[in-house]
Nanobody, 124 residues
Framework: QVQLVESGGGLVQAGGSLRLSCAASGRTSSMYAMGWFRQAPGKEREFVAAFRWSRGNTYYADSVKGRFTISRDNTKNTVYLQMNNLKPEDTAVYYC?????????????????WGQGTQVTVSS
């Protein structure tokens, strides 16, 4: 199993920036992809961004493309989500997830391990 711990959430004003971190431990060698998802109250968990670990490919939801950047630090087993130009609709609990499958996916149901989430609130 992979243990994931998110951090970096908080309250920011619209147009501001925030950087989320996801520290991974455990069987990190089994990770095929790391993804960020978010979920607002009463809404389904949605894909935000993902990083294909071995290749370095990145994928983004249309709603965050151009504003968010996913990256990694191999020495720290950490994945980051740099969020710029935040909007109120970005408000949600953000979750880090690890996928051990060899088939890349943006579907939350296909990811194996999840962090506890970190709250991001963007005020108007």
């Amino acid at each position: 199993q992979v243990q994931l711990v998110e951090s970096g959430g908080g309250l920011v004003q619209a147009g501001g920036s925030l950087r989320l971190s996801c520290a991974a431990s455990g069987r990190t060698s089994s990770m095929y992809a790391m993804g960020w998802f978010r979920q607002a109250p009463g809404k389904e968990r949605e894909f935000v961004a993902a990083f294909r670990w071995s290749r370095g490919n990145t994928y983004y939801a249309d709603s965050v493309k151009g504003r968010f950047t996913i990256s990694r630090d191999n020495t720290k087993n950490t994945v980051y989500l740099q969020m710029n130009n935040l909007k109120p609709e970005d408000t949600a609990v953000y979750y880090c997830a690890a996928d051990k499958s060899v088939v890349f996916t943006t579907s939350a149901s296909r990811y194996d391990d999840w962090g506890q989430g970190t709250q991001v609130t963007v005020s108007s």
